[in-house]
T-cell receptor, first 114, second 115 residues
Framework: AQKVTQAQTEISVVEKEDVTLDCVYE???????LFWYKQPPSGELVFLIR??????QNEISGRYSWNFQKSTSSFNFTITASQVVDSAVYFC???????????FGTGTRLQVFP | GAGVSQSPSNKVTEKGKDVELRCDPI?????LYWYRQSLGQGLEFLIY????????KSGLPSDRFSAERTGGSVSTLTIQRTQQEDSAVYLC?????????????FGPGTRLTVT
């Protein structure tokens, strides 16, 4: 069975703090894809990143970075120097190679206070 | 270019009535997905269309739910005899798998309230 676990339901930080959102996944597939989406208060899910299972290279995009570790089945997301505009619900998702539906975690609500 | 659009943005209906929700995918995207986001249930997959292939209906919660996609573009999700537990935000997404676009791009959703 496939499953995505985001154990942190809600995180609150003060602006400029670094914050890491955890994502742990379960799959028996050797080929799969992992995603992060952001859902701001407006409600629309915004795609952030896709990672293939055969590419464990970490990625940095501005203040965002992702740490993919197959050994621990984790795909964690770090925001450096957080800003109020980062306040949103963040979802981690998993897709197997032989299906196109996304399995979502329950999301982590991040609140960044000024 | 234009993103995924959905209509209506909000729908309030009485229990027992039928509702139709519409999704316009990104132009050129052949894959279209419906998800439901409800309190306590997170985001759950409902149905998926890819080109002319038979849709993957494995996520539909009951036979009151159905969806069609006409002309390989616009899709309509129909809920018959709505129940209060159908209240949720219904999200549509599209992707272009044949172009290597594996990420799904989501619309703003339709908030359905069944009274």
């Amino acid at each position: 069975a496939q499953k995505v676990t985001q154990a942190q339901t809600e995180i609150s930080v003060v602006e400029k703090e670094d914050v890491t959102l955890d994502c742990v996944y379960e799959t028996r597939d050797t080929t799969y894809y992992l995603f992060w989406y952001k859902q701001p208060p407006s409600g629309e899910l915004v795609f952030l990143i896709r990672r293939n299972s055969f590419d464990e290279q970490n990625e940095i995009s501005g203040r965002y970075s992702w740490n993919f570790q197959k050994s621990t089945s984790s795909f964690n997301f770090t925001i450096t120097a957080s800003q109020v505009v980062d306040s949103a619900v963040y979802f981690c998702a998993l897709r197997s190679y032989n299906t196109d539906k996304l399995i979502f975690g329950t999301g982590t609500r991040l609140q960044v206070f000024p | 270019g234009a993103g995924v659009s959905q209509s209506p943005s909000n729908k309030v209906t009485e229990k027992g009535k039928d509702v139709e929700l519409r999704c316009d995918p990104i132009s050129g995207h052949t894959a279209l997905y419906w998800y439901r986001q409800s309190l306590g249930q997170g985001l759950e997959f409902l149905i998926y269309f890819q080109g002319n292939s038979a849709p993957d209906k494995s996520g539909l919660p009951s036979d009151r739910f159905s969806a069609e996609r006409t002309g390989g573009s616009v899709s309509t999700l129909t809920i018959q005899r709505t129940q209060q537990e159908d209240s949720a935000v219904y999200l549509c997404a599209s992707s272009a798998l044949e172009l290597g676009v594996y990420e799904q791009y989501f619309g703003p959703g339709t908030r359905l309230t069944v009274t």
